[in-house]
């Protein structure tokens, strides 16, 4: 009793919980009443440390949500059928921004800043309109084997999330430009190990230069924002320490910093060989959240998920009819119902032309049957044209 501290979770008794005052349980110490309680009822109890970290952490997140989210207020200007076309325009220029950034780096000339702000504001100014477009986009386009090729993915899931936490347009810029740029480092390393990571450790101190290089190569950058070069060095640092360059940790890491980490995280974990992982979005976000409170900053991991949903815009599901979909947009108000658009029917074969559907409209399968999502499948599970989309 006497090594009893506020924040430690009681989770059994040495007697009946129905022998004592105590209506949960199990339960969070907080006051001293609690204690006297305990004291006045039992000779010693038992504690749950993983219990304990659940309740603080649960405690901070609230705390840390009104901290760390804006105020500004985004409707929806367009559909995502109505967006689709935009998003697709802006998406294709600022794929031609990262191949002349690839190219001006590896030739050792200078980045164009100008084009970067281009890109970046592109990007933001359709987000801001239709999320869901933009995110439908990049989840069917084909990935290239460049360097940089995920950068315009990492850009625009970033600038998605700042939209979500209701930040001002002019940052989501800056968000969506250091997604574009902070990985622009990684031209200087060898091609094999800049595309398929280290192979051994003894490769993992000179893969790691890269967040180095991106620094000195945006800091030689002139008309680039004066912040941007700080933020680069961030998106490899973890919220309990254990990332690098410096080992950083907590409130030592800005805002976008962490931001940064969750979102290249996920997309490397969700990302198809030799870039990622190939996970589903379900087990990508349970790893991030699983890690919330360590690596990552527990508030913007609990953020992050509502943002992309229990299906992200772009995933592959299996319908309970066992057909084929692909998620197009989310509906708000019920995350587990969203738009869907089925690309095979039960047998596996293409649908020509794709059957649209509103989950939350509950559209049957037959009389006594709604159509439900039955489980996620990998992204690379259907291809899909993008520019047959909505004809």
């Known amino acids: 009793m006497d090594e009893l501290s506020f924040g430690m979770y009681v989770s059994k008794l040495d007697r009946p919980w129905t022998e004592t005052p105590f209506v949960f349980q199990g339960f969070v110490l907080k006051s001293e009443k609690q204690i006297d309680i305990l004291r006045k009822y039992c000779k010693h109890v038992y504690v749950d440390p993983e219990q304990e970290d659940e309740a603080e952490i649960a405690r901070a ?15 929806e200007a367009a559909s995502v059928e109505v967006e689709l076309p935009r998003a697709r325009t802006a998406y294709a220029k600022t794929t031609l921004v990262v191949e002349e950034l690839s190219r001006a780096v590896e030739v050792g000339s200078t980045i164009d800043s100008s084009r970067s702000h281009e890109a970046a504001a592109q990007i933001t100014d359709s987000v801001v309109r239709n999320p869901d477009a933009m995110a439908l986009l990049i989840k069917l386009q084909e990935k290239s084997g460049a360097t ?68 000195e190569i945006l800091s ?51 990302a198809p ?36 949903g229990v299906f992200p815009v772009g995933s ?17 108000v019920r995350r587990l119902q969203p738009r869907i658009m089925v690309v095979k029917d039960a047998q596996g074969n293409p649908l020509i032309p794709y059957k649209m559907l509103d989950l939350m409209k509950e559209p049957k399968i037959r009389p006594d049957e709604p159509y439900r999502i039955q489980r996620t499948l990998e992204y690379d599970t259907v291809k899909i044209d993008p520019r047959e989309l909505f004809l």
């Open 61 to 75: 997140s609230a705390e840390e949500i009104a901290k760390i989210r804006g105020t500004v207020v985004y409707k």
């Open 148 to 215: 940089l090729s995920r950068a315009a993915e990492v850009s625009v899931m970033m600038t998605i999330f700042g939209r979500f936490l209701q930040l001002p347009q002019d940052r989501l810029e800056i968000l969506g430009m250091l997604g574009l740029l902070q990985d622009v480092g990684k031209l200087k390393l060898p091609t094999a190990l800049a595309t398929y990571g280290p192979a051994n450790a003894a490769e993992i101190p000179i893969y790691r230069t890269h967040v180095d290089h991106s620094v």
């Open 220 to 270: 030689n950058t002139p008309g680039l924002p004066a912040e941007l070069p700080g933020l680069a060095s961030l998106h490899h640092e973890r919220f309990d320490g254990s990332g690098y360059p410096r080992g950083l940790r907590g409130g030592g890491i800005a805002l976008f910093g962490l931001i940064s980490g969750i979102v290249d995280t996920f997309d490397t974990l969700t």
């Open 273 to 308: 060989p030799p870039f990622g992982e190939n996970l589903s979005p379900s087990n990508a976000l349970n790893i991030i959240y699983k890690g919330r409170g360590k690596q990552f900053h527990p508030a913007l991991v609990e953020q992050f998920i509502q943002c992309v």
């Open 316 to 332: 592959v599901v299996e319908l309970n009819s066992g057909e084929v979909a692909v998620v197009i947009a989310q509906n708000l």
